[in-house]
């Protein structure tokens, strides 16, 4: 009898303890944050106290096919001039086009919107911020040079996905130290100040 007890009580101890091990393999993975398709982004620019709307738009909508994107700007911004400037991201690879912009923004914690400004044609600052306090940069301003003459430059535009927000000059938009994923970018040229 006490052998019969003992395998027994060996028999349960073994099953309880193969059953426990199965249970890891059988945890679902956590879920992924995938990256957006972005097909489409429209960048308009909008002069405080009136005037002309300057739009910067680039449209890839056959997404990673051979064509490249078709990118416009709409004419040239006023020297010394403060503008509001809204993004938008748009999948027109779904029917009807996928607004990105409302899951950005949803998402802000993830995701931060890097403007590079070359040649000094003015300086942009961010009006919104996610639950930490840190940029998003759908809603900025734009504050152009105050020239004598017309100017030409550039601005990149980077929407970046999981960027480091509290690395060195990260929430004051630079770029360098932010890591993550880009989920797109376009760099608009030449950009004028007139």
């Not at 972005?38 to 096919?65: A, E, S």
């Not at 004419?75 to 991201?89: C, D, H, I, K, M």
């Not at 003015?122 to 639950?131: I, L, P, Q």
């Not at 930490?132 to 105050?146: A, E």
Request: proline share 7%; glycine share 8%.
């Amino acid at each position: 009898m006490k052998s019969f007890l003992k395998l027994l009580t060996l028999l349960l101890i073994t099953n309880l303890i193969v059953s426990c091990s199965n249970d890891d393999d059988n945890t679902p993975p956590p879920p992924v944050n995938e990256e957006e398709v972005i097909t489409t982004m429209t960048i308009t620019f909008m002069p405080q106290g009136g005037g002309t709307d300057v739009v910067l738009k680039t449209q890839d909508l056959d997404g990673d096919g051979p064509n490249p994107p078709v990118v416009t700007i709409s004419g040239p911004f006023a020297s010394n001039t403060t503008y509001t400037g809204s993004v938008e991201f748009l999948n027109e690879l779904e029917d009807p086009a996928e607004d990105i912009t409302e899951e950005v923004q949803a998402e802000g914690l993830e995701h931060q919107v890097f403007f590079t400004v070359t040649n000094s044609l003015g300086t942009v600052t961010y009006n919104d911020m996610d639950a930490d306090g840190n940029p998003i940069g759908l809603d900025i301003t734009f504050q152009t040079i105050d020239t004598g003459s017309a100017v030409d430059g550039d601005i990149t535009v980077t929407l970046r996905h999981e960027p480091n927000k509290d690395a060195a000059g990260v929430s004051d938009g630079d770029i360098t130290n932010a890591g993550g994923e880009t989920d797109i970018e376009e760099t608009f040229t030449p950009v004028t100040v007139e």
